[in-house]
């Protein structure tokens, strides 16, 4: 049974690019993992993945041409039943042995083991290993049945079928070709009605032979690039197409740099097979035009890379990822140079047509734009956006903040109603800063404009000024009460108005801006502007917003326990939730830690089950030497805790508390909280309720106990 290198090559018409590198990546894995699986492959194996616009293919290092027999132990039934009182096989343990191939003359062999409490008999044997042949035509199929096509294709097959022409395949796109290597042995397997070979097509123009024929497995991606000038490796490909971006962008001087997308770097990735990078050029006086319009026409429809100078301004160069290499470039260049001219011609015609309206003059038309059947249009959106833009501005500061933002709020959504935003939606905000400017308004309502979208995404930057700030709070708020409202919740993985990316933009202003402001006020602020058109959310919506804090906490790297210990206390001021980690985790560190946490969460429990526990504590009725120690041992500490606590230090208020171990600890070891006498009990439940109050300020530490 000798190991050798496979590959598998699965050629078909170009595959759709958004969706190649996940369509390669699961292609090998599946193959490989089935490999595995059937012990054709060890668990160890190393496996390539390739994926090039019109190819699929996985290198599996060290596959066996016959696995290795696996001994079987299979339970067929108890003793008693399968075996008579002399011994002798009964019908049942006979037709049971004939289901697996057997006679009566295996019943001697039959092992016997204890099974629960009987004895059963089990029929041992060996399986015989897979062969190569059958086991990869298994692996080949689950690959293909698992791979994830974004769209079904059906075509008929021409030929190696019943009825040419109408015998029917479903795949992402037509395939053509088949390579089946083990070493340069072809394994035949069949898939999408295709025959196993050893030869594989090169690039469409720029191949030296054609038909490419594979030695061997492992000389699959040398043979494809001498022979038909093809990069098969989507890695290889991506890095090759990176470092020709960056040496054209040096080639062309002056610092300038190809703008970094990583998506459009994916996309151009697969689409060429052989790329070649070309520097292009567009005339000068489109840069009039915002560089946001230039550069978003160059990438979504062209595929380009925009180049930028050295303080990040859009140049008059761009470049060019080609699939092929022709010895003078002139008319490839000279051809995508008279392409983008047109889409940069348009962008700047909306641009000049959109700026002979101001922004004040569109407000109107957003009443005939609907925005929710329940919810009604965009102009009764933004009335409700302007009134919590108001609410919050005059709670971040005071009435001037509060007509900023409702002038910017009144004015953020006029520019859905522009030329230029129509023709590139993923422009909204960034225009109305724009034309905000060429109306005359200030930096302040512009940037608040052009950043209310903000946080549109993970990691994306935050609104610049409080304008911003407050407007962009109330756009998200008012998508979430609304929604809210009306029951309209995410499910599972479909959430079509983006709550959790809007929950999550509310956490990050009012985390990392350390915005002094009520979490549940803000909420409460908000539902008004709907009037009787929802109902009340508040609630819900405060739980939905926590989960989600909770989720990013624990993606930075905090425990459950820590976050939990934060979260259930449901901390009205955001921006003191990253303060109250620190102190649980710098608190979760003192040796005193555990067993506070556990008396905590023993007194919890305990109050839980009380009925009217009060606070007050009467030092007369103080009985027990350890209850008078706890009751001293917390007027010298809680207070000093309180203080710290109040002055936004929670490190130093936890660690002031550990000094509470000792007397908590005798406490329950020398103290009956349920004592017969009413008021012992309600004194003593009153001083837990007292302790329960005091260490539970900065977090709940029952969470950390054990």
């Known amino acids: 049974m000798t190991a050798q290198n496979l590959l598998v090559e699965l050629f078909v018409e170009e595959l759709p690019p958004k969706a190649l590198k996940k369509l390669g990546d699961a292609f090998a894995t599946v193959l490989a993992q089935s490999l595995k699986a059937q012990g054709l492959a060890p668990a160890d194996a190393t496996v390539t993945a390739f994926a090039s616009p019109r190819r699929l293919g996985a290198h599996v290092t060290g596959v066996l041409a016959r696995a290795a027999d696996k001994p079987v132990s299979q339970k067929l039934m108890p003793v008693a039943v399968g075996l008579d009182a002399s011994g002798q096989p009964t019908p049942a343990l ?27 008999l089990f029929f041992d044997s060996v399986a015989p290993g897979a062969e190569l042949a059958a086991g990869l035509q298994k692996a080949l199929d689950e690959a293909i049945a698992q791979l994830p096509i974004p769209k079904v294709m059906t075509y008929q097959l021409e030929s190696g079928c019943e009825l040419p022409g109408w015998d029917s395949v479903q795949f992402v796109r037509p395939a053509h070709g088949l390579v089946a290597l083990h070493g340069a042995g072809v394994v035949p397997v069949k898939a999408l009605g295709l025959q196993a070979g050893n030869a594989t097509h090169g690039h469409r123009f720029e191949a030296k032979a054609d038909p490419v024929v594979v030695p061997h497995a492992d000389a699959y991606a040398a043979t494809l690039a001498s022979e038909g000038a093809v990069i098969a490796s989507f890695a290889e490909r991506r890095a090759e197409i990176a470092r020709q971006l960056a040496a054209a962008a040096a080639q062309v001087g002056g610092g300038c740099r190809p703008i970094e997308d990583e998506a459009l770097l994916d996309e151009v990735t697969a689409l060429v097979e052989r790329p070649n990078v070309l520097v292009c050029a567009f005339e000068q006086q489109f840069l009039d035009v915002p560089q946001e319009c230039l550069i978003l026409t160059m990438k979504a429809n062209q595929k380009y890379f925009p180049l930028l100078d050295a303080q990040g301004r859009l140049t008059h160069r761009f470049l060019v990822v080609s699939n092929i290499r022709p010895a003078d470039a002139s008319a490839v260049i000279g051809g995508n140079e008279r392409v983008v001219r047109p889409r940069l011609a348009d962008a700047k015609f909306f641009f000049d047509q959109d700026r002979k309206k101001t922004l004040e003059s569109r407000v109107e038309g957003l009443g005939k734009v ?10 009764e959106r933004v009335e409700r956006v302007r009134a919590i833009a108001r609410a919050v501005g005059q709670m971040l500061g005071g009435e001037v903040l509060a007509q900023q ?3 910017a709020a009144r004015l953020a959504k006029t520019d859905l109603l522009t030329d230029m935003v129509g023709e590139f939606p993923e422009l909204q905000g960034i225009m109305g800063g724009y034309y905000a400017r060429h109306d005359g308004l200030s930096e302040a309502i512009a940037f608040a404009i052009e950043d209310h979208y903000k946080p549109r995404f993970a990691g994306d930057a935050l609104p610049r000024n409080a304008v911003g700030t407050a407007v962009a709070l109330a756009d998200k708020l008012e998508t979430l009460v609304g929604m809210f409202g009306i029951g309209n919740l995410p499910t599972g993985d479909k959430d079509p108005f983006a709550l959790r990316r809007h929950a999550l933009g509310v956490v990050r202003m009012l985390i990392e801006q350390d915005l002094a402001l009520d979490l549940g006020a803000l909420i409460r602020a908000a539902v008004p502007a709907f009037g009787a058109l929802i109902k009340d959310p508040a609630d819900a919506l405060a739980d939905f917003i926590y989960d ?19 979260i259930a206390l449901r901390p009205a001021r955001l921006a003191d939730v990253g303060k109250r980690l620190q102190a649980v985790r710098t608190f979760a560190a003192l040796p ?19 009925e009217g526990v009060g606070e007050a504590v009467s030092e007369a009725l103080l009985q027990e030497a350890a209850e008078k120690a706890l009751f001293a041992a917390m007027q010298a500490t809680v207070p000093a805790a309180d203080t710290r606590f109040d002055a936004g230090d929670f490190t130093a208020s936890l660690q002031a508390l550990a000094a509470l171990r000792a007397p908590v600890d005798a406490f329950f070891d020398g103290v009956m ?12 439940l009153a001083l837990l309720q007292q302790l329960h109050r005091a260490m539970n300020r900065v977090a709940d530490l029952s969470r950390l106990a054990a």
């Open 592 to 610: 005193e830690a555990p067993a506070l946490a556990a008396a905590n969460k023993r007194i919890g429990n305990i109050l839980k089950k009380a």
């Open 405 to 407: 933002a409702d002038t």
């Open 673 to 684: 909280v349920n004592a017969d006498d009413a008021a012992l009990k309600a004194n003593r």
């Open 94 to 120: 006979l037709k049971r042995l004939g289901a697996l191939g057997a006679d009566a003359s295996a019943v001697a062999g039959l092992r016997r083991a204890p099974d629960g409490k009987a004895e059963a």
């Open 370 to 379: 609907v925005y929710h059947n329940q919810l009604g249009t965009q102009g």
């Open 548 to 566: 989600r804090l909770a989720g990013s906490l624990r993606e930075q790297g905090y425990t459950a326990q820590e976050v939990d210990a934060v």
